[in-house]
């Protein structure tokens, strides 16, 4: 399974049922936030895909949440990208 990262952005007038929704969820607890300063949560989940991860999420969530895939890089990796170039 791939990791992605989420950054999952929310209406203020509707935080609170943007988070009554995530309770709902089995990944509510990977989620750290920024509300009630920013309406934002973040989080490293793993799945098949971006559309797996993306119907991980709420509805109200899934449209505007920014996925992306993540790696980790060795020392060795980050040497060719140099070579590459």
């Known amino acids: 399974m791939a990791q992605y990262m989420v950054e999952a952005k ?3 007038a ?6 009554d929704e995530m ?6 607890s990977k989620f750290d936030w ?11 989940l793993e799945g098949e895909s ?8 709420p509805s109200d969530l899934r449209e505007g949440a920014h996925i992306v895939k993540v ?7 980050i040497k060719s990208f140099h070579e590459k170039k």
Request: proline residues 7%; charged residues 25%.
């Open 23 to 28: 309770a709902k969820t089995k990944i509510l």
């Open 71 to 77: 790696n980790k890089l060795t020392p060795e990796q």
């Open 10 to 12: 929310h209406d203020p």
């Open 34 to 44: 920024g509300c009630p300063n920013e309406h934002v949560g973040y989080a490293i």
């Open 50 to 57: 971006e559309s797996a991860i993306r119907k991980m999420l």
């Open 14 to 19: 509707k935080c609170t049922a943007t988070l």
